[in-house]
């Protein structure tokens, strides 16, 4: 822990103590990083798995119980100004920050014959939008010239279709272009860039039906949950990946398609 003395990471989407996001951040509290993480609790209330308004102030002082510093803020990622306001405040509370994990995402349910032009923004506003901004401006800020980190979460969009999830599709599928493009610019500043799709999930939105749909596509016979992609991402910021760069890592347990 030591080593880690005033490492500060960003994780944006950590609304929901069951969600990836949540389980980042206590991975990564664990391993000694000081966490900084934003939450938009009017998507996640009006999404069919909900959440309580409670949950981040739960998730804080979980985190501080880990004894590392622990800063939030809730955020609306779509608004321009939002890469901002997020890091003029994370360097007021914390620092300079040393990893951003861009886990925030916009996903709602249509295809050809449903899909307007409000949905698609909307997806297009965060999924890849804030995650690209966000990373611009993490790397401008980035002073340090080496450690930097950014990771991506994606789905595994180029793994096979989704049919259903057309915007969520098609927007998640451009994380992938930004990082490997990305990963190219960044390496000069010392910052490593990497995407993970962590496969089919248990976030909460799984009913026992849709598991039992799933389950037969895991060789290992579990559904994937979100500590199992925390895990990966604790590695993928850690000293260990530094000649880790640009990368689209499916750490998704032979999830078969």
Known sequence: ???LQNKIAIVTGASRLQGIGAA??????????DIFFTYWTEYDKKMPWSMN???????KEELLKKGVKVSCMELDLSHPNAPEQLFMRIEEDLGQPDILINNAAYSTNNDYSSITAEELDKHYMINIRATTLLSSKFAKNFKKKTGGRI??????QFQGPMPGELAYATTKGAVDALTITMAAEL??????????NPGPTNTGWMTEEIK?????????GRIGEPIDV????KFLV?????WITGQIIHSEGGFKR
């Open 187 to 196: 390496a000069p500043l010392g910052i490593t860039v990497n995407a993970i």
């Open 1 to 3: 822990m030591n080593q």
């Open 230 to 233: 925390a895990k990966a991402i």
């Open 212 to 220: 039992s749909e799933l389950i037969n596509k895991f060789p290992f």
């Open 238 to 242: 850690s000293d260990d990946a530094s």
């Open 151 to 156: 990771i991506n979460l994606t789905s595994g």
């Open 24 to 33: 980042i951040l206590r991975e990564l509290a664990d391993a000694g990083y």
């Open 53 to 59: 308004i409670e949950e981040p102030v739960k998730l």
